[in-house]
């Protein structure tokens, strides 16, 4: 793993923490946590059979 | 485009057996007329293997149009670029501005109940006003925007180069999602996907990347892959990006020699210099073929505008803003 990688690991329960925190305060489910990189053109429509997997 | 072209298509996908995203885009769709569109999708109709999205305008959707989409299940992608004062590069033939038109098509999907997600370009006089450009999106009744930031390619030599700039839009505009996530924002999702994956994977590994080819198709059948911004370039020692034409051949045996086609071979390598030097890589997997070509000239190029301002500032953004030490 590079730097910026680790960062970003080094930080897991912040991140964590953020949107625990967050999901509790909220009746709104956070719409863009999961798993997976973006598919197809992400310039286009990337990801967006995964936003309506989710939204169905 | 003439119905023959997506006929040999459809005859193709059909015998592969392959599941496939038809997405029909580029200049706008729509004008071509609905009884016209209906020639060209007839030989789809109710196929198994077919997912359908349409990227347009929205201004001319009608009943008859709304009537057609949900019938045949088409995913909708409207491409307004914020409030009116955003949209002042979006206009009709008598250069009339569209965005009451735009909003019109807009209300006839609601009407119809039709979901509908959102493409949006900024520019330099969007950069400083994130928070009205979500509200905005949020008010519209939108589920999922993307964003891009306008950048050099092809037709268009406009670009925001201000890193600077971008990064208070991106720390702006994250703060406005995160105090009010009732949207899915394209760049956002993916920044903290990647971040979601990087810590729960146990055994990160970045050498699964596989090349997304992502085959465009002209209205004469010609096949460009790599970036549908390719399509209609001017590039003679790449023979203008064309890797085929559907009339001739099918299009998975376009894909089965693809790897010999120079300019692919050419921006894998530049993917594979990206891998080695950027330490966002297994975020961005190397950029857009278009980026690099236009930018640079060269796909064996690395780092393009495009990966700055909608890559990397929406990581270091999102890093700022979740006060990451």
């Excluded at chain 1, 730097?3 to 999901?23: A, G, V």
């Excluded at chain 2, 997912?51 to 909708?76: G, L, R």
């Excluded at chain 2, 268009?156 to 009010?180: A, S």
């Excluded at chain 2, 390598?269 to 966002?280: F, I």
């Amino acid at each position: 793993m590079n730097n910026l990688e680790q960062k970003i690991r080094k930080n897991k329960p912040l991140f964590d923490q953020q949107f625990e925190n967050k999901n509790k305060s909220s009746s709104v489910n956070l719409p863009t946590i999961k798993t997976g990189f973006s598919d197809g053109w992400d310039k286009g429509w990337g990801n967006y059979g995964k936003a309506m997997a989710i939204k169905k | 485009m003439l119905p023959a072209i997506t006929n040999k298509l459809a005859q193709d996908i059909f015998q592969e057996e392959r599941d496939v995203k038809l997405l029909w885009h580029a200049g706008e769709p729509m004008a071509s007329g609905l009884k016209h569109f209906k020639e060209l999708y007839a030989p789809f109709v109710g196929s198994k293997y077919i997912t359908n999205v349409i990227q347009t305008n929205a201004t001319i959707i009608d009943d008859s149009w709304c009537e057609f989409f949900k019938k045949n299940d088409f995913y909708v992608g409207v491409s307004i670029d914020g409030p009116e004062w955003a949209n002042s590069n979006r206009v009709g033939r008598k250069g009339q501005t569209a965005y009451n038109d735009i909003l019109k098509g807009i209300q006839k999907l609601k009407d119809h109940e039709i979901d509908f997600v959102v493409i949006a370009v900024v520019d330099f006089n969007t950069l400083d006003r994130a928070e009205e450009l979500y509200s905005f999106f949020c008010e519209l009744g939108c589920s999922w925007v993307g964003i891009n930031l306008e950048e050099n390619e092809c037709v268009n030599q406009r670009e925001i180069c201000d890193d600077d700039r971008v990064l208070r839009f991106w720390e702006e505009l994250f703060d406005c999602w995160y105090k009010n996530p009732i949207i899915e924002l394209r760049e956002i999702s993916s920044a903290l996907s990647w971040f979601q994956e990087l810590n729960d994977s146990k055994h990160f590994n970045i050498d699964e990347y596989h090349l997304d080819l992502l085959a465009s198709v002209a209205y004469n059948g010609d096949i460009v892959v790599l970036s549908p911004e390719l399509l209609g370039g001017k590039a003679p020692m790449y023979n203008n990006f064309i890797v085929g034409n559907v009339a001739a051949e099918s299009i998975f045996d376009v894909e089965k020699n693809i790897q010999e086609v120079a300019y692919v071979k050419d921006f894998s390598k530049g993917v594979l210099t990206c891998k080695a030097e950027c330490e966002y890589f297994s975020f961005c997997r190397g950029g857009q073929a278009s980026n690099k070509f236009y930018e640079t000239g060269d796909f064996t190029s690395t780092e393009t505008k495009y990966c700055r301002n909608s890559k990397k500032r929406v990581v270091d953004a999102i890093i700022n803003q979740l006060n990451f030490q």
